[in-house]
């Protein structure tokens, strides 16, 4: 998929979202574990929707940095609903939810260190080859460091490379990193591989302090997110574009208003990428 946006597939627009009929909108995108195996009304309505958009799917489960063994029989589930419904791209978090068949439904932070880098990224190989594609993994924001031994940077990109695997870049989550640890957004993105971005999402957060930030996926994209978007545009290569909102919803009219603040960023992008 080359430069397109999207918006997560949610049960409160699903009307909306089937009788939409401009140009905002090209993709949607599903977790497997909300949809795979799903019948009745529901199947129908998704049936409907897969017919109108192209998919992407975002895992929320696999629990990579997990000590865990993959679960395969999980994959094989997300192996089906991906080849059911042509999912174009399938992401993760680099993160883990589970352990000792605990599930703490929390995007749990993996410490900053080799080791766990090098564990993660074997598991990602694992997970690539059972399914047969690539899968881009999603940056996510933490809120402690968890005894780091190196930078953030340098766990992301040693992952990325040992694992082969692409990037989803969450621009939001970079933001709020950056602001409740106290680095520099910008010299973070410059550090960490955006040739191997294949997907961007975009997101509000909420701040909760003076000195923190929480990411919520349920506000609008605040301007300062919206500049750092403007910011990475140019430097990566077309990439489908999701708006992510999981709560909070508001109807598909105040949506398509930031969709269309992220189509005249990325069109100036790509017009500023012509001109070099």
Not at 88 to 109: G, M, R, W
Not at 126 to 137: K, M, V
Not at 162 to 169: E, G, N, R, S, V
Not at 186 to 199: D, H, M
Request: aromatic share 10%.
């Amino acid at each position: 998929m080359s430069f397109s946006t999207g918006i997560g597939f949610r049960r409160d627009l699903a009307e909306a979202l089937s009788s939409y009929e401009g140009e905002l909108l090209q993709f949607i995108e599903l977790a497997p574990e909300n949809w795979a195996g799903i019948g009745g009304k529901w199947r129908k309505v998704l049936d409907r929707a897969a017919e109108k958009y192209a998919i992407t799917s975002h895992g929320l489960s696999l629990s990579l940095g997990s000590p865990d063994p993959l679960d395969f029989d999980f994959l094989k589930k997300v192996k089906r609903f991906l080849n059911d419904f042509s999912v174009q791209i399938y992401s993760e978090h680099l993160s883990f939810t589970k352990c000792d068949n605990a599930h703490v439904h929390e995007l749990l932070p993996i410490p900053f260190r080799v080791d766990a880098a090098l564990h993660v990224a074997e598991r990602i190989r694992q997970a690539q080859d059972f399914l047969e594609r690539p899968i881009a993994i999603e940056n996510v924001s933490y809120y402690t460091p968890v005894s780091p031994e190196i930078s953030e940077a340098e766990f992301i990109t040693t992952v990325l490379e040992k694992a082969d695997c692409q990037l989803l870049l969450d621009v939001n989550n970079v933001f709020v990193n950056a602001f409740n640890h106290k680095y520099d957004a910008k010299q973070f993105l410059q550090e960490i591989p955006l040739e191997r971005v294949a997907y961007i999402h975009m997101a509000g957060h909420e701040q909760r302090t003076e000195d923190l930030i929480i990411d919520t996926h349920g506000a609008p994209i605040v301007d300062p997110v919206f500049e750092l978007f403007r910011w990475v545009s140019p430097r990566i290569e077309p990439v489908p574009v999701l708006l992510e909102r999981d709560y909070n919803i508001p109807n598909l009219t105040e949506l398509l208003g930031e969709l269309s603040t992220i189509h005249q960023i990325n069109k100036e992008a790509r017009e500023l990428q012509d001109a070099a």
